[in-house]
């Protein structure tokens, strides 16, 4: 991978899911960081590692919608 690879956060308590959505964008050429906790999802988000990130919309305690 180069520094120009996107690279997307993707939070989700489905780890099956998360494994589906890795594969999918993996293959149209982005790195997937896949946080199965909200608060390490939160962590990552406040590093900036990320050029953009995707969030449950079900996930218990923090949805998608509610950040």
């Given amino acids: 991978m180069n520094a120009a690879t996107p690279t997307l956060l993707y939070i989700d308590d489905d780890a099956a899911l998360a ?9 149209l050429g982005f790195k997937v960081v896949h ?3 909200r608060q ?3 962590d ?3 590093q900036a590692a990320s050029t953009s990130s995707a969030l449950d919309q079900f996930m218990p305690g923090l949805d998608g919608l509610e950040r």
């Fill in 35 to 37: 946080a199965a906790r």
């Fill in 19 to 27: 494994r589906l959505f890795d594969r999918g964008l993996t293959r």
């Fill in 44 to 46: 990552r988000l406040e």
């Fill in 40 to 42: 390490h999802g939160l």
